[in-house]
């Protein structure tokens, strides 16, 4: 358990931070995309910054870690999170579970009772449903979902 702990304490690059964005935070009622195509397009459309299919490559797969801010900007927007959120410190971690457990909450996630339950519960008891989360994430990942 002490590795889960140090694990969740390192800094996420930003591919890992755009990368999670599109994989769990695409809007609502829009087709997920396909390939960076798609998601450039998508993203170019609804802010109207020209962003091409090579940025959103490079920047997921961290061949770019410093892009332009016009284009962490498109993104903040396009994703509807602060644009803090893309940067490299302990607030920038802060705001990315702040993210997180925002998503939590959307169409398919938890719903208030169940978070309210959770903040009701015992350390232990929310330690246990914690150790479940990540049990239930690995087998997933492992599973390829």
Same mark, same amino acid.
């Given at each position: 358990?002490?590795?889960?702990?140090?694990?969740?304490?390192?800094?996420?690059?930003?591919?890992?931070?755009?990368?999670?964005?599109?994989?769990?935070?695409?809007?609502?009622?829009?087709?997920?995309?396909?390939?960076?195509?798609?998601?450039?397009? $998508?993203? +170019?459309?609804? &802010? #109207? =910054?020209?962003?091409?299919?090579?940025?959103?490559?490079?920047?997921?797969?961290?061949? @770019? !870690?410093?892009?332009?801010?016009?284009?962490?900007k498109a993104l903040a927007r396009f994703f509807g999170v602060?644009?803090?959120?893309?940067?490299?410190?302990?607030?920038?971690?802060?705001?990315?579970?702040?993210? $997180?457990? +925002?998503?939590? &909450? #959307? =169409?398919?996630?938890?719903?208030?009772?169940?978070?309210?339950?959770?903040?009701?519960? @015992? !350390?232990?008891?929310?330690?246990?449903?914690a150790d479940f989360i990540i049990s239930a994430a690995r087998?997933?990942?492992?599973?390829?979902?």
């Amino acid at each position: 358990m002490a590795d889960d702990r140090s694990a969740a304490n390192t800094t996420r690059s930003l591919a890992d931070k755009i990368e999670w964005l599109i994989q769990n935070r695409w809007p609502a009622g829009n087709r997920p995309p396909k390939n960076n195509l798609e998601a450039a397009a $998508a993203i +170019s459309e609804a &802010t #109207g =910054e020209e962003l091409s299919s090579t940025t959103i490559w490079k920047l997921r797969t961290g061949r @770019s !870690d410093n892009p332009q801010l016009k284009t962490l900007k498109a993104l903040a927007r396009f994703f509807g999170v602060p644009i803090g959120y893309f940067g490299d410190d302990e607030d920038a971690e802060a705001m990315a579970d702040q993210v $997180a457990a +925002s998503s939590l &909450t #959307g =169409e398919s996630g938890l719903n208030r009772e169940a978070l309210r339950a959770l903040v009701e519960m @015992s !350390d232990g008891g929310r330690q246990l449903v914690a150790d479940f989360i990540i049990s239930a994430a690995r087998l997933e990942r492992g599973r390829g979902h």
